[in-house]
Nanobody, 124 residues
Framework: QVQLVESGGGLVQTGGSLRLSCAAS????????MGWFRQAPGKERAFVAA????????RYADSVKGRFTISRDNAKNTVYLQMNSLKPEDTAVYSC?????????????????WGQGTQVTVSS
């Protein structure tokens, strides 16, 4: 079981930037795709971005394309989410997730485990 711990959330003004980090435990981090999701108040959790186990391919929600970048450092067992040009509608709790099975990359992200989440608030 991979354990995930997010950090880097906070309060930022519209147009600002934040970088979220997700540190993973476990020796097999480099064999799993990773993803970021977010849940805004009163809304269901939604997919934000995902990256393959080797970092070669990425996928984004339409709402964040061109503004957010997902990346990973397998030597540090960490996945990142660089968020630029932030908008008030990006306000949410952001959680990272690990793919349920290794070496799987598909349009549907089946979550094996979640982090505890980190709050991102964008003020207008």
């Amino acid at each position: 079981q991979v354990q995930l711990v997010e950090s880097g959330g906070g309060l930022v003004q519209t147009g600002g930037s934040l970088r979220l980090s997700c540190a993973a435990s476990g020796r097999t981090f480099s064999t799993y795709a990773m993803g970021w999701f977010r849940q805004a108040p009163g809304k269901e959790r939604a997919f934000v971005a995902a990256i393959t186990w080797n970092g070669i391919a990425t996928r984004y929600a339409d709402s964040v394309k061109g503004r957010f970048t997902i990346s990973r450092d397998n030597a540090k067992n960490t996945v990142y989410l660089q968020m630029n040009s932030l908008k008030p509608e990006d306000t949410a709790v952001y959680s990272c997730a690990v793919q349920e099975r290794p070496y799987v990359w598909s349009t549907q992200f089946d979550v094996g485990s979640w982090g505890q989440g980190t709050q991102v608030t964008v003020s207008s």
